[in-house]
């Protein structure tokens, strides 16, 4: 009998790492801007971008911090501790199949299967039902954290089709 449970407790463990991969710091990335980028950076690779909100003090975290954006489907959002700080890239939104990709080809277009064969099964994987939208249908999330812990990556999808991209 122990050894049956030892068995089972080991595949248990087993299953748990292969299962759930942390994904490469270097993968949390679209179009090649990365957290912690400042504007500079990234009007090198773009060119300017659209101000949607100027740097200023955000009183609800504490922070600064502005918007910025290329058209109206990648939205960057840039943060600093104080007015005389440089905004770093925090946050980066992308909404439609623009260019923008993480390093390994997945973008806005690219089916859930193939997701989940580039990062594996994700660290969340959950429906927003409280949030339905087009035909009724409830969006899914598939969440992955890097291997650092810090960053997330959030894939969300629609009828088995990733609609957005979220890099934080």
């Known amino acids: 009998m122990k050894k049956k449970i030892l068995l089972m407790m080991a595949a248990a463990l087993c299953a748990g790492e292969i299962s759930l991969a942390a994904v490469p710091l270097d993968s949390a990335a679209l179009g090649g801007i990365t ?27 504490g922070g ?14 840039m943060g600093g501790a104080s007015a005389s700080s440089t905004p770093k890239v925090e946050i980066i939104v992308v909404s439609a199949n623009n260019g923008f ?26 429906s927003n039902r409280g949030n339905t939208i087009a ?3 409830s969006p899914q999330t598939l969440m992955y954290k890097t291997t ?15 609609t957005e991209i979220r890099v934080s």
Do not use: C
């Open 35 to 61: 957290s912690g980028m400042t504007q500079e950076d990234i009007e090198s690779i773009y060119g300017p971008a659209d101000v949607l909100i100027p740097y200023e003090a955000n009183r609800r975290e």
């Open 101 to 126: 990709a993480t390093p390994e080809g997945i973008h806005v277009g690219s089916t859930k299967a193939e997701v989940i064969q580039v990062y594996g099964q994700p660290d969340f994987d959950y």
């Open 135 to 137: 035909r009724g249908n």
């Open 64 to 77: 600064y911090v502005s918007k910025l954006g290329y058209g109206k489907t990648v939205v960057i959002w």
């Open 148 to 162: 650092e812990g810090r960053h997330r990556m959030a894939f969300m999808v629609q009828n088995g089709i990733v």
